[in-house]
């Protein structure tokens, strides 16, 4: 697509429900980026996808957050039995391959908001 | 591990220029980039330069890198209220896939 799309772009939710927050990347992108945004703080890294793999998950929070991203493009971010410190905006970046010599910009969602109640 | 500093806060006169400033730690910082993030949106990136550049100017905006002192600066020349934004800094490592953030400046534009 033209942009990095996210979906849903708000998400009220009760404490311990699971909840799933949707990444469609630019087109090409093989580079795939979460952060999470808590209110007034600046981007926590959650994890890179390159491809289907995830070669650096370090900043998932706990073992209650998990993403995965299948063939190539769409990545899903599953957080299971949340908690209200885990109302925060997550977005969404994509890229082009790294490695490669040029600048790759990264490209963000809108994001999406999650409210834990 | 890295680290990129901003002041939290900016608050400038319609019309002045607004200078934003960033210190980061890693040396091997191959490319800088300023995202700009208006309320309810994503970050939009507004410039970026490369770490062998010590100046990059576009329209209003003017980039200043200084190597030596790991310190970037973002210089916005006629501030109009519509730069009231939040703005992050952020490096990228020797070309490797770690993007490390700023915890952003909030510029209010005042009338």
């Known amino acids: 697509g033209a942009g990095v799309s996210q979906s849903p772009s708000n998400k009220v939710t009760e404490k311990g429900k699971d909840v799933e927050l949707r990444c469609d990347p630019i087109s090409g992108h093989t580079a795939l980026y979460w952060y999470r945004q808590s209110l007034g703080q600046g981007l926590e890294f959650l994890i890179y996808f390159q491809g289907n793999s995830a070669p650096d998950k370090s900043g998932l929070p706990s073992d209650r957050f998990s993403a995965e991203r299948t063939g190539g493009s769409v990545s899903t971010l599953t957080i299971q039995r949340t908690q209200q410190e885990d109302s925060a905006v997550y977005l969404c970046a994509s890229s082009l391959p790294s490695g490669d010599s040029g600048a790759n910009v990264l490209t963000f969602g809108a994001g999406s908001r999650l409210t834990v109640l | 591990g890295e680290d990129v500093e901003q002041s939290l806060f900016l608050s400038v006169r319609e019309g002045d220029s607004s200078v934003i400033n960033c210190t980061y730690t890693?040396?091997?910082?191959?490319?800088l980039y300023w995202y700009k993030q208006e309320p309810g949106a994503g970050l939009q990136l507004l410039t970026y330069?490369?770490?062998?550049?010590d100046m990059k100017q576009d329209q209003r905006l003017t980039v200043l890198l200084n190597k030596k002192d790991k310190h970037l600066s973002l210089r916005i020349a006629d501030t109009q209220t519509g730069d009231s934004a939040i703005y992050f800094c952020?490096?990228?490592?020797?070309?490797?896939?770690?993007?490390?953030f700023g915890p952003g400046t909030r510029l209010s534009v005042l009338p």
């Open positions: 330069i490369f770490s062998n550049m």
């Open positions: 952020a490096e990228r490592e020797n070309y490797g896939q770690n993007f490390v």
């Open positions: 890693d040396s091997s910082s191959t490319y």
